[in-house]
Protein backbone atom coordinates (compact mmCIF):
# COMPACT_ATOMS: atom_id res chain seq x y z
CA UNK A 1 0.00 0.00 0.00
CA UNK A 2 3.08 2.82 0.80
CA UNK A 3 4.09 2.30 -2.56
CA UNK A 4 0.94 2.30 -4.08
CA UNK A 5 0.64 6.00 -2.34
CA UNK A 6 4.40 6.96 -3.83
CA UNK A 7 3.29 5.96 -7.29
CA UNK A 8 -0.53 8.09 -6.46
CA UNK A 9 2.28 11.20 -5.57
CA UNK A 10 3.96 10.84 -8.81
CA UNK A 11 0.55 10.60 -10.83
CA UNK A 12 0.04 13.76 -8.97
CA UNK A 13 2.76 15.50 -9.70
CA UNK A 14 3.51 14.78 -13.44
CA UNK A 15 0.35 14.09 -14.76
CA UNK A 16 -2.17 16.65 -13.19
CA UNK A 17 -3.48 19.06 -16.19
CA UNK A 18 -4.05 22.97 -15.95
CA UNK A 19 -5.18 23.85 -12.24
CA UNK A 20 -8.57 25.18 -11.39
CA UNK A 21 -8.03 26.91 -8.38
CA UNK A 22 -11.29 27.65 -7.44
CA UNK A 23 -12.46 23.55 -7.37
CA UNK A 24 -9.06 22.94 -5.71
CA UNK A 25 -9.89 25.07 -2.92
CA UNK A 26 -13.51 23.52 -2.80
CA UNK A 27 -11.86 20.10 -2.00
CA UNK A 28 -9.18 21.42 0.40
CA UNK A 29 -11.84 22.94 1.96
CA UNK A 30 -13.82 20.08 2.45
CA UNK A 31 -11.05 17.91 3.53
CA UNK A 32 -10.56 20.76 6.49
CA UNK A 33 -13.89 19.84 7.18
CA UNK A 34 -13.67 16.29 7.50
CA UNK A 35 -10.34 17.01 9.77
CA UNK A 36 -12.65 19.49 12.18
CA UNK A 37 -15.24 16.30 12.22
CA UNK A 38 -12.43 13.98 13.17
CA UNK A 39 -11.88 16.63 15.93
CA UNK A 40 -15.33 16.53 16.89
CA UNK A 41 -15.29 12.93 17.23
CA UNK A 42 -17.87 12.69 14.76
CA UNK A 43 -18.25 9.28 13.52
CA UNK A 44 -21.41 9.08 11.51
CA UNK A 45 -20.04 6.81 8.44
CA UNK A 46 -22.45 8.07 5.27
CA UNK A 47 -21.26 11.69 6.01
CA UNK A 48 -17.77 10.62 5.65
CA UNK A 49 -18.89 8.70 2.50
CA UNK A 50 -20.59 11.69 1.13
CA UNK A 51 -18.22 14.52 1.76
CA UNK A 52 -15.01 11.82 -0.13
CA UNK A 53 -17.35 11.87 -3.09
CA UNK A 54 -17.83 15.24 -3.42
CA UNK A 55 -14.15 15.69 -2.62
CA UNK A 56 -12.99 13.64 -5.57
CA UNK A 57 -15.55 15.18 -7.98
CA UNK A 58 -14.05 18.79 -7.28
CA UNK A 59 -10.37 17.31 -7.51
CA UNK A 60 -11.36 16.10 -10.88
CA UNK A 61 -12.61 19.22 -11.61
CA UNK A 62 -9.80 20.94 -10.38
CA UNK A 63 -7.18 19.19 -13.29
CA UNK A 64 -5.78 17.19 -10.07
CA UNK A 65 -5.57 13.59 -10.69
CA UNK A 66 -9.06 12.74 -8.84
CA UNK A 67 -6.90 9.85 -7.07
CA UNK A 68 -5.31 12.38 -4.88
CA UNK A 69 -8.61 12.56 -3.26
CA UNK A 70 -8.81 9.07 -1.94
CA UNK A 71 -5.38 9.44 -0.64
CA UNK A 72 -6.01 12.69 1.22
CA UNK A 73 -9.35 10.95 2.32
CA UNK A 74 -7.22 7.88 3.42
CA UNK A 75 -4.57 9.91 5.28
CA UNK A 76 -7.75 11.66 7.76
CA UNK A 77 -8.73 8.33 8.64
CA UNK A 78 -7.51 7.74 11.98
CA UNK A 79 -5.57 4.68 12.61
CA UNK A 80 -5.93 4.54 16.37
CA UNK A 81 -8.91 2.85 18.24
CA UNK A 82 -11.55 5.48 19.12
CA UNK A 83 -11.48 4.07 22.67
CA UNK A 84 -7.90 2.93 23.14
CA UNK A 85 -8.11 2.74 27.07
CA UNK A 86 -10.52 -0.67 26.33
CA UNK A 87 -9.46 -3.76 25.57
CA UNK A 88 -12.04 -6.87 24.01
CA UNK A 89 -10.46 -9.16 26.32
CA UNK A 90 -11.04 -7.36 29.59
CA UNK A 91 -14.48 -6.44 28.12
CA UNK A 92 -14.95 -10.60 27.38
CA UNK A 93 -13.74 -11.55 30.98
CA UNK A 94 -16.19 -8.95 32.72
CA UNK A 95 -18.99 -10.78 30.66
CA UNK A 96 -18.17 -14.02 31.44
CA UNK A 97 -17.75 -12.99 34.74
CA UNK A 98 -21.79 -12.17 34.94
CA UNK A 99 -23.67 -15.15 35.73
CA UNK A 100 -27.12 -13.01 33.51
CA UNK A 101 -26.27 -11.74 30.65
CA UNK A 102 -29.26 -9.59 28.60
CA UNK A 103 -29.62 -8.65 25.01
CA UNK A 104 -28.45 -4.64 26.27
CA UNK A 105 -25.41 -6.35 27.90
CA UNK A 106 -24.30 -8.26 24.63
CA UNK A 107 -25.00 -5.09 22.37
CA UNK A 108 -22.90 -2.96 24.84
CA UNK A 109 -19.74 -5.36 24.91
CA UNK A 110 -20.35 -5.60 20.57
CA UNK A 111 -20.36 -1.90 20.71
CA UNK A 112 -16.91 -1.59 23.53
CA UNK A 113 -14.76 -4.01 21.51
CA UNK A 114 -15.62 -2.63 18.12
CA UNK A 115 -14.69 1.12 19.79
CA UNK A 116 -11.36 -0.80 20.90
CA UNK A 117 -10.58 -1.66 17.35
CA UNK A 118 -8.32 0.73 15.05
CA UNK A 119 -10.64 2.64 12.57
CA UNK A 120 -8.58 1.68 9.75
CA UNK A 121 -8.62 -2.00 10.22
CA UNK A 122 -12.44 -1.74 10.68
CA UNK A 123 -12.42 -0.05 7.39
CA UNK A 124 -10.27 -2.55 6.14
CA UNK A 125 -12.54 -5.47 7.48
CA UNK A 126 -15.64 -3.94 5.97
CA UNK A 127 -14.13 -2.57 2.69
CA UNK A 128 -11.81 -6.04 1.97
CA UNK A 129 -14.49 -7.75 0.04
CA UNK A 130 -15.54 -5.33 -2.53
CA UNK A 131 -12.20 -4.26 -3.42
CA UNK A 132 -10.81 -8.05 -3.55
CA UNK A 133 -13.58 -9.20 -5.46
CA UNK A 134 -15.16 -6.86 -7.68
CA UNK A 135 -13.26 -3.43 -7.74
CA UNK A 136 -9.95 -4.78 -8.53
CA UNK A 137 -10.90 -7.19 -10.53
CA UNK A 138 -12.97 -4.78 -12.76
CA UNK A 139 -9.80 -2.22 -12.30
CA UNK A 140 -7.21 -5.13 -14.09
CA UNK A 141 -9.66 -6.11 -16.43
CA UNK A 142 -10.26 -2.79 -17.84
CA UNK A 143 -6.85 -1.59 -17.96
CA UNK A 144 -5.43 -4.66 -18.81
CA UNK A 145 -5.81 -4.81 -22.76
CA UNK A 146 -2.75 -7.31 -23.37
CA UNK A 147 -2.00 -8.92 -26.52
CA UNK A 148 -0.08 -11.85 -26.16
CA UNK A 149 1.12 -13.34 -29.59
CA UNK A 150 4.44 -14.60 -30.57
CA UNK A 151 4.99 -11.83 -32.46
CA UNK A 152 4.52 -9.44 -29.41
CA UNK A 153 6.83 -11.82 -26.92
CA UNK A 154 9.65 -11.77 -28.92
CA UNK A 155 9.08 -7.80 -29.26
CA UNK A 156 8.95 -7.32 -25.75
CA UNK A 157 11.83 -9.78 -24.85
CA UNK A 158 14.45 -7.59 -26.47
CA UNK A 159 12.30 -3.80 -25.65
CA UNK A 160 14.15 -2.07 -22.86
CA UNK A 161 11.20 -0.71 -21.96
CA UNK A 162 9.83 -4.29 -20.59
CA UNK A 163 12.83 -4.97 -19.33
CA UNK A 164 12.81 -1.72 -17.51
CA UNK A 165 9.31 -2.04 -16.51
CA UNK A 166 10.06 -5.47 -14.95
CA UNK A 167 13.25 -4.91 -12.99
CA UNK A 168 11.04 -2.35 -11.47
CA UNK A 169 8.76 -4.26 -10.48
CA UNK A 170 10.22 -6.95 -9.41
CA UNK A 171 14.42 -5.52 -7.94
CA UNK A 172 12.98 -1.76 -7.36
CA UNK A 173 9.85 -3.10 -5.41
CA UNK A 174 11.78 -5.58 -2.91
CA UNK A 175 15.11 -3.16 -2.54
CA UNK A 176 12.80 0.04 -2.30
CA UNK A 177 10.36 -1.47 0.46
CA UNK A 178 12.79 -3.50 2.54
CA UNK A 179 15.09 -0.64 2.34
CA UNK A 180 12.78 1.68 4.22
CA UNK A 181 11.11 -1.08 6.52
CA UNK A 182 14.69 -1.81 7.67
CA UNK A 183 15.57 2.18 8.08
CA UNK A 184 12.22 2.86 9.81
CA UNK A 185 12.60 0.20 12.51
CA UNK A 186 16.56 1.25 12.76
CA UNK A 187 15.30 4.27 13.51
CA UNK A 188 12.60 4.05 15.90
CA UNK A 189 9.02 5.35 14.00
CA UNK A 190 8.22 1.43 13.32
CA UNK A 191 8.70 -1.74 14.74
CA UNK A 192 9.10 -5.12 13.81
CA UNK A 193 6.24 -7.29 13.84
CA UNK A 194 6.73 -10.28 16.56
CA UNK A 195 8.17 -13.34 15.44
CA UNK A 196 9.03 -11.64 12.16
CA UNK A 197 12.63 -11.79 10.91
CA UNK A 198 14.37 -10.43 7.88
CA UNK A 199 13.27 -13.28 5.68
CA UNK A 200 9.71 -12.00 6.10
CA UNK A 201 10.27 -8.86 5.12
CA UNK A 202 12.14 -10.30 2.18
CA UNK A 203 9.20 -12.37 0.99
CA UNK A 204 6.86 -9.09 1.87
CA UNK A 205 8.59 -6.87 -0.15
CA UNK A 206 9.11 -8.98 -2.91
CA UNK A 207 5.14 -9.04 -2.92
CA UNK A 208 4.92 -5.57 -3.66
CA UNK A 209 6.02 -6.45 -6.93
CA UNK A 210 2.64 -7.50 -7.95
CA UNK A 211 1.99 -4.47 -9.77
CA UNK A 212 -1.18 -5.24 -12.45
CA UNK A 213 -3.08 -2.38 -10.86
CA UNK A 214 -1.17 1.38 -9.99
CA UNK A 215 1.12 -0.06 -12.38
CA UNK A 216 -0.91 -0.53 -15.38
CA UNK A 217 -2.60 2.86 -14.28
CA UNK A 218 0.77 4.63 -14.57
CA UNK A 219 1.26 2.85 -17.57
CA UNK A 220 -1.35 4.26 -19.49
CA UNK A 221 -0.43 7.66 -18.54
CA UNK A 222 3.57 7.69 -18.99
CA UNK A 223 3.27 6.12 -22.48
CA UNK A 224 1.48 7.60 -25.53
CA UNK A 225 2.95 5.34 -27.73
CA UNK A 226 1.02 2.34 -28.19
CA UNK A 227 3.99 0.01 -28.72
CA UNK A 228 5.71 1.01 -25.82
CA UNK A 229 2.50 0.64 -24.16
CA UNK A 230 1.86 -2.98 -24.95
CA UNK A 231 5.68 -3.97 -23.68
CA UNK A 232 5.23 -2.28 -20.97
CA UNK A 233 2.35 -3.85 -20.01
CA UNK A 234 3.53 -7.44 -20.69
CA UNK A 235 6.71 -6.57 -18.47
CA UNK A 236 4.11 -5.61 -15.59
CA UNK A 237 2.25 -9.05 -16.19
CA UNK A 238 5.89 -10.77 -16.64
CA UNK A 239 7.16 -9.22 -13.34
CA UNK A 240 3.91 -9.77 -11.76
CA UNK A 241 4.03 -13.46 -12.02
CA UNK A 242 7.92 -13.69 -11.27
CA UNK A 243 7.45 -11.35 -8.09
CA UNK A 244 4.40 -13.61 -6.82
CA UNK A 245 6.54 -16.51 -7.31
CA UNK A 246 9.46 -15.96 -5.42
CA UNK A 247 7.55 -13.57 -2.66
CA UNK A 248 5.56 -17.43 -1.91
CA UNK A 249 8.79 -19.45 -2.28
CA UNK A 250 10.26 -16.86 0.24
CA UNK A 251 8.12 -16.45 2.54
CA UNK A 252 7.31 -20.55 2.77
CA UNK A 253 10.83 -20.75 3.38
CA UNK A 254 11.23 -18.13 6.19
CA UNK A 255 7.94 -20.12 7.36
CA UNK A 256 10.00 -23.63 7.88
CA UNK A 257 12.90 -21.54 9.29
CA UNK A 258 10.68 -19.83 11.74
CA UNK A 259 8.98 -23.24 12.53
CA UNK A 260 12.02 -25.19 13.11
CA UNK A 261 14.06 -22.44 15.25
CA UNK A 262 10.59 -22.53 17.64
CA UNK A 263 10.65 -26.26 17.46
CA UNK A 264 14.19 -26.40 18.46
CA UNK A 265 13.91 -23.63 21.13
CA UNK A 266 10.98 -25.20 23.08
CA UNK A 267 12.87 -28.73 23.01
CA UNK A 268 16.24 -27.05 24.72
CA UNK A 269 14.13 -25.24 26.90
CA UNK A 270 11.88 -27.85 28.10
CA UNK A 271 15.45 -30.07 28.76
CA UNK A 272 17.03 -26.95 30.92
CA UNK A 273 20.09 -27.07 28.37
CA UNK A 274 19.15 -23.99 26.15
CA UNK A 275 22.51 -22.12 26.32
CA UNK A 276 24.27 -25.45 26.19
CA UNK A 277 22.53 -27.13 23.35
CA UNK A 278 21.53 -24.63 20.88
CA UNK A 279 23.79 -23.30 18.96
CA UNK A 280 24.65 -19.60 17.96
CA UNK A 281 22.59 -19.19 14.87
CA UNK A 282 19.04 -20.48 16.56
CA UNK A 283 19.36 -18.30 20.15
CA UNK A 284 19.83 -15.16 17.58
CA UNK A 285 16.98 -16.78 15.99
CA UNK A 286 15.11 -17.03 19.23
CA UNK A 287 16.28 -13.49 20.35
CA UNK A 288 15.07 -12.00 17.15
CA UNK A 289 11.12 -14.09 17.37
CA UNK A 290 10.95 -13.11 20.66
CA UNK A 291 11.80 -8.99 19.84
Known sequence: M?????????????????????WLGAAIALLVIVWLMRR???WYGPLYLFIGIVVWYCMLKSGVHATVAGVAMGFLTPTDALRPDLD???????????????AADVAAASFLITESIPVGERLVDRMLPWTSYVI??????????????????????TSTVTWGVAL??????????????????????ARRPRGATNLHMVGIAM??????????????LAFTNPIFTEE?????LGASAVAALLSAVVLSAAARRSSAA??????????????????SDLISEKRSLND
Request: net charge negative; charged share 15%; glycine share 10%.
Open 2 to 22: ADDLGAIGVIAVFYSTSIRFV
Open 232 to 236: AKVGI
Open 136 to 157: IPIFALCNAGILLTSESLRAAA
Open 88 to 102: SESVINRLEGQSELT
Open 262 to 279: ELAIEAAENAELFDEVLP
Open 40 to 42: RRI
Open 207 to 220: AAGIGFTVALFVTG
Open 168 to 189: GLVVGKTVGVFGAATIAIAIGI
